[in-house]
């Protein structure tokens, strides 16, 4: 009998789910997208109903395109948008809409924290720096702003966390409240060299340690589902991963030094960093890669807030385009003299920058600044963005980068590839399959229930490399006028404070 491995990826647009035969190959995908709530404070939430109601009607979606029986499937595995946080009812319904990871109206709680004189402590245990990017400050305001959360919290009759936990917890019909190591190393209330969760810093942020899920292996048996009784008999969830944890997975970067960049609405730049934690003096967050097979690996990471989501801005908010595929011919068509840069800090800047409070600046214009200037100079903000942090990481952990393994839909884009290996100075190999955090805990998932090894799953992976064109004096040019639109965006925070 066929042994099918489910992969769902519950990412921040919308939710996939992918199918695999015993060999590793994709047989299918389907997709289900989810509104993006936004207010005029610039607030973003999902409705985790909607959320939990796409992951169902995923898998009979992607059972039809493969065409296989639904019986056959020996397992799933599930990858979530990180750091994304909600609060739900002992019988699963939501209290809240979930706060999205852009979100960023957390600050004041991270200002108390800072001024209470835990933001070192922070850092040296979560091995992430004081933000409201982060759930520990998002579950705080939920906990003093939604009305009878705090008093259920303490009464044991809510749970609070993050997606991949909200989703175990439905699909498990309550049975299974637990989270898996990469994820609980992203809250900022886990203490990555003990690997528990920290009574201090959870008392830092009014959290009860005690209405947090359990962590678990992110290979462990998580619970069953049958998808609200859409199969015959339940599966077991056998992996669970934050994405950008799945997608390092599902690229192969599973030796310490190895790098991957994850380009979604935002973008993940995450290196293997072995069995122990490096900490970061550039900006930087240590997390857990994952625990599998009972071996801990760690990651040294640098999250940005907008990539893929310029081109989304581009298209939505200036009608600038008609479709993301248009940005690569304008980008090549723009005029060379032309030294327009964006710095898209539309919620703040992420790694290495941390500053929630710096505004987006579109620096340089002329009058040879027009509509395909302005889309390249959306598409550089890109490739620059990823190369801050790839510097930081060379200088956190002494090693120079060798290659950088890239996946997510601007990957199609030949012109921001051919640019990120010439801004980076590195070989750009872009991965042939697109739906790599998914890939990822669906190939974990097998590993964990024997159908898979994972020393032969990535062997004779054709990848697309762009290698270094321009001579190192045009990327440093380039670069450097990027650093200076960087400086301008957070020295116009500093005059509107």
């Not at 990017?133 to 009305?147: N, Q, R, T």
Request: one cysteine or more.
């Amino acid at each position: 009998m066929a042994k099918y491995v489910l992969g769902i990826d519950q990412s921040t647009q919308g939710t996939k789910a992918i199918l695999f035969d015993e060999k590793g190959a994709l047989l299918a995908r389907a997709d289900r997208p989810h509104r993006q709530i936004v207010n005029d404070r610039g607030w973003v939430e999902h409705d985790p109903e909607e959320i939990y109601g796409n992951v169902v009607a995923t898998v009979p979606d992607v059972v039809a395109r493969a065409g296989v029986d639904k019986g056959d499937i020996a397992c799933v595995g599930i990858s979530n948008q990180r750091e994304t946080s909600l609060v739900w009812n002992a019988d699963g319904t939501p209290r809240h809409n979930a706060i999205v990871w852009q979100d960023a109206r957390a600050t004041d709680v991270c200002k108390r924290v800072a001024t209470a004189g835990m933001e070192d402590a922070v850092r040296e245990r979560s091995g992430i720096r004081l933000s409201p990017y982060f759930p520990a400050a998002k579950l705080a305001w939920i906990c003093e702003h939604v009305d009878g959360v705090a008093r259920g919290l303490r009464a044991g009759k809510l749970r609070l966390g993050t997606v991949d936990a909200y989703l175990v917890y439905r699909l498990t019909q309550g049975e299974s409240y637990k989270t898996d190591y990469s994820n609980a190393s992203r809250t900022e209330l886990f203490d990555i060299r003990r690997l528990a969760w920290d009574e201090e810093l959870c008392d830092a942020f009014g959290i009860p340690v005690a209405a947090l899920p359990e962590v678990c292996d992110s290979d462990a048996l998580f619970g069953v589902t049958d998808f609200e009784g859409y199969l015959d008999a339940p599966i077991p969830i056998h992996a669970v991963m934050g994405d950008s944890h799945g997608a390092l997975f599902g690229q192969g970067c599973l030796r310490p030094g190895m790098v991957k960049a994850t380009y979604g609405t935002g973008s993940s730049v995450m290196m293997n960093a072995g069995e122990s934690p490096v900490t970061s003096e550039s900006g930087l967050v240590s997390s857990l890669a994952w625990k599998l097979g009972g071996k801990v690996s760690y990651v040294l990471e640098g999250n940005i807030n907008y990539t893929g989501a310029v081109v989304t801005w581009l298209k939505d908010d200036l009608g600038l385009i008609e479709s993301a595929g248009e940005t690569e011919e304008l980008a090549r068509v723009a005029s060379e003299r032309d030294q327009s840069y964006l710095v898209p800090a539309f919620s703040g800047l992420g790694a290495p920058y941390w500053d929630s409070a710096a505004v987006g600046v579109l620096y340089g214009m002329t009058r040879t600044t027009h509509r395909p200037e302005i889309v390249r100079a959306a598409l550089d903000s890109i490739g620059y963005q990823i190369t801050d942090v790839l510097r930081a990481m060379e200088r956190d952990s002494g090693v120079s980068l060798g290659e950088l393994r890239v996946d997510g839909g601007p990957t199609h884009n030949g012109y921001l590839m051919q640019f990120q290996s010439d801004i980076a100075r590195v070989p750009v190999a872009v991965s042939p399959t697109e739906e790599l955090s998914g890939m990822g805990v669906a190939y974990a998932a097998g590993c964990g229930m024997g159908i898979y090894d994972a020393d032969r799953l990535f062997d004779g992976v054709e990848r697309r490399v762009f290698r270094p064109k321009r001579d190192e004096a045009w990327s440093r040019s380039k670069y450097d006028g990027w650093r200076h639109a960087v400086s301008k965006a957070l020295s116009e925070t500093e005059e509107r404070s």
